[in-house]
């Protein structure tokens, strides 16, 4: 009867999460670098508060 071992099972995923994470950010970043190629405007971000986390008292730093 064979033992597996939790952590070999563990860094399996963490390493195939990081290349799925690291082509993302490839395209993410030859996406960006098209769009200053083409000298197009920065795009808007979607940026959201959920309440009662951020929607009070928060403010940018002057």
Known sequence: MTQQNPKDTLQ????????????????????????????????????RTFEGFADVGAAPRA
């Open 12 to 47: 399996t995923d963490l390493e195939a999460l990081a290349k799925v994470f690291e082509a993302e950010e490839r395209e993410d970043r030859r996406k960006e670098a098209q769009r200053r190629r083409d000298g197009l405007p920065e795009p808007k971000r979607d940026l």
